[in-house]
């Protein structure tokens, strides 16, 4: 059921209209949309042990929904045999397991969606090639709720542009009139984008389209948002406007500061609204353009055989179908997630102990190699065969806490080699591709690879997260703790050779050279690999064919200051083979770098932080940070001491006093939407007073609150280079 040149399936679903259950295939042809009826190859089903057929007699009126209930070959991870239920329709299974984890009962694979169980069955083949993007703007005067769900406000402007050129805005006194002029258009469309669209463009929109008696088209939809927020939580906002500044270099021309000016443009400026709205959609597109996000995602979506392109916003979502399928292949159910209220108890998992993290010895080194694990934590889990069913009190392979099987081959093992093959083959074929001039394909490649990259550091995740199917803690304090000894016995094997170990931190150390240059540092890499074998080997009682670890040494820091652990500030002048031509200022984990610290500090805490990588003293400093203070006392940087941040709770349900929170509830008594994952924006008015920044509109800053921002600068340099007087240098506090 492949689809053809000019005619593919972009979206599966299934129909239960009468209690006739049929799957339903949607398919672009050069005539339009056509839909197609499949008779189902199987009944929605789900598994319980044998142990527990009992309770399928218990079910009481929700028993009326089971069709069949009967011996199936597949086991539990513990080797326990199993019952495969089937219901009437998809909807029956979630009533049937609620019933069942109610009795304390276990289940498995009942929150897989049927439509993911047949498609690859029917031989479906879904493909994406037409994308547009979209945003839309709501009549938000007095108080908008606090919920988009609700659709009580109506729409104003919808903004679409695709990638094929296309662009439109619609505005329309009726509003019917003119989402019905939308979702014309954006038929023509496999993928709707936009950014932050999940928690409220699309909630907003699906609830008018109801209002009118409106369906969507069938269409896939991916949350830009939700996607580029992976690994960038510190340089990641809600507010488009925010990461268009901070990584495209541009923002809005104009921004609303209240509902009333909307609507008044909305009467009698439509050319502005509509230039408004239409400039988010674009940004959406650029976004997209310069990190490939679409591409990354349809590909993560392939690789797990999903339906919805949506699902891969939580990549822990891609990274459990795999393993189902996996899983499913070698004759074992996987378990399904039991929430909090079916556990009989609050639900809180545990928290287990993580990665080590060295202490800092000198705070501003020199000739500094770092020597890193590849892939650690995937690579622990491949050399002592972790997985859920190799877990056995008699395991022949140690680990710092449980005891695993070394035969058969884990299917934990078995997945993560075969996606490092994977990526390991695109990566040639990239490589191959740039040589030979072709960067189309090697864009290609170089999305697939970025998509496995994104997996593979996801896998332990799955079992460390508490809202995972397989948390174990055992589990996970079994990759932690012998992460801890591996990084400690490799700066032992360091240190045996006279470097000196100064600092480390989950999968890499931080070593003084003795003779800079790029021969020692292999030689140390190759001499710490051998010998870190050798102990594995003894220590663990792992097979040889089984090793997979590998510490490497590709990266060379001329000069290197740590603010903390976890925070330094370095000249990169060597790496992954490659002597510099300039060395590269690198920065991690400081301030300077997130998106919620306001400009203005970021330009004195710049100063600051180069300042002691230069070995400038803190008097020097200090007076480089004068005219930036006198300046900030008169007034001039108002608009850069904005401060930025998300509301990850509800600000009316946390008890938190946090000037965000404190914020959030101004705003929500203002009539503004806020909710939990709302960003806000606000100054220090005063030392201990903060006020929220609407559109362009800074509230009036009080000498208070010119001082609360300098104290929080001193802070930080009290912390990097003492208590200073004007003769004492950064050498003299080195070594006080």
């Not at 959609?281 to 949506?310: I, W």
């Not at 108002?638 to 008890?655: A, G, R």
């Not at 009539?671 to 509109?697: H, L, M, Q, S």
């Amino acid at each position: 059921m492949s689809a053809g040149k000019n005619s593919y399936a972009f979206a599966i679903s299934y129909s239960d209209a009468g209690g006739r259950l049929r799957v339903v295939v949607w398919r672009r042809t050069p005539l339009g949309i056509k839909r197609e009826y499949y008779a189902p190859p199987f009944r929605p089903y789900f598994f319980v042990r044998q142990a527990d057929s009992d309770a399928l007699s218990r079910l009481g009126r929700v028993g009326s929904r089971v069709v069949s209930a009967l011996p199936d070959t597949r086991i539990t991870f513990r080797g326990e045999p199993t019952i495969r239920v089937e219901v009437r329709i998809p909807d029956d299974v979630p009533a049937v397991k609620r019933k069942l984890h109610g009795m304390g009962v276990p289940t498995y694979e009942s929150d897989i969606p049927y439509a993911e169980n047949v498609v690859k069955e029917l031989g479906v083949e879904l493909e994406l090639r037409r994308v547009a993007y979209f945003d839309l703007e709501v009549d938000w005067r007095s108080s908008l709720p606090t919920s988009p769900f609700s659709g009580e406000n109506r729409i104003l402007a919808v903004a679409l542009v695709g990638r094929d050129g296309y662009e439109r805005v619609y505005i329309d006194d009726d509003e019917r009139r003119m989402l019905e002029a939308f979702i014309y258009d954006v038929s023509r469309y496999d993928v709707l984008c936009g950014y932050n669209i999940t928690n409220f463009d699309l909630p907003i929109l699906y609830a008018r389209l109801r209002k009118w008696g409106l369906r969507m088209p069938p269409i896939q939809t991916l949350d830009l948002y939700a996607v580029f927020s992976r690994g960038k939580t510190e340089t990641v906002s809600d507010r488009l406007d925010d990461v268009a500044k901070h990584y495209l270099g541009k923002g809005k021309a104009h921004i609303y500061e209240s509902g009333e000016e909307m609507y008044e443009d909305f009467l009698h400026n439509r050319e502005r609204l509509a230039e408004y709205v239409l400039w988010d959609a674009r940004l959406c597109r650029e976004l997209d353009e310069k990190f490939g996000l679409f591409e990354e995602n349809y590909e993560l979506m392939r690789l797990a055989g999903l339906h919805r392109l949506s699902d891969v916003e939580r990549v822990s979502r891609v990274v459990k179908a795999i393993l189902v399928r996996a899983f499913r292949e070698r004759g074992y159910v996987f378990p399904s997630m039991r929430k909090k209220k079916e556990n009989g108890n609050s639900g809180q998992r545990s928290k287990y102990r993580g990665a080590f993290v060295f202490k800092v010895k000198k705070p501003l080194v020199e000739n500094v190699y770092v020597l890193d694990f590849k892939s650690l934590y995937p690579r622990i889990m491949e050399t002592y065969n972790m997985s859920p069913e190799t877990i056995a009190e008699d395991g022949d392979i140690l680990s710092e806490k449980l005891r695993f099987r070394s035969k058969p081959e884990g299917v934990y093992r078995s997945v993560l080699l075969r996606l490092e093959e994977m990526r390991k083959q695109y990566k040639k074929k990239m490589v191959e591709a740039i040589a030979a001039g072709d960067e189309e394909t090697a864009d290609e490649y170089n999305v697939k690879q970025k998509a496995i990259k994104t997996l593979l550091v996801s896998f332990y995740g799955f079992i460390g997260y508490g809202g995972s199917a397989l948390y174990d803690r055992d589990f996970a304090e079994s990759v932690t703790l012998t992460g801890r000894q591996l990084i400690l016995r490799s700066a032992d094997i360091a240190g045996g050779y006279g470097f000196d170990v100064l600092y480390g931190d989950t999968d890499s150390i931080f070593v003084e050279s003795k003779n800079m240059g790029e021969e020692e540092l292999l030689w140390l890499s190759e001499t710490v690999n051998s010998e870190l074998r050798e102990w594995v080997l003894e220590r663990y009682h792992v097979p040889p064919s089984y090793y997979r670890l590998e510490i490497r040494g590709e990266k060379i820091y001329g000069r290197l200051f740590f603010t903390a652990q976890k925070n330094y500030i370095g000249y990169l002048v060597y790496e992954e083979g490659v002597w510099l031509e300039e060395p590269k200022l690198v920065v991690a984990g400081l301030p300077v770098k997130k998106i919620n610290t306001p400009p203005y500090m970021k330009k004195a805490l710049d100063i600051i932080y180069r300042g002691a990588l230069d070995g400038k003293s803190g008097a020097d400093v200090l007076r480089e940070l004068a005219p930036l203070r006198e300046a900030l006392f008169r007034g001039e940087y108002d608009e850069e001491l904005v401060i930025t941040t998300m509301l990850h709770e509800d600000p009316d349900k946390t008890s938190s006093n946090q000037p965000y929170y404190r914020v959030g509830r101004m705003l929500r008594a203002m009539g503004y939407p806020v909710r939990e994952g709302t960003t806000v924006k606000y100054v220090w008015v005063d030392k201990k007073r903060v006020a929220p920044v609407i559109g362009n509109n800074i509230p009036h800053i009080l000498p208070g609150g010119y001082a609360k921002y300098w104290a929080d600068i001193m802070r930080i340099f009290q912390r990097v280079f003492g208590k200073v007087s004007t003769n004492r240098s950064l050498e003299a506090w080195l070594h006080r």
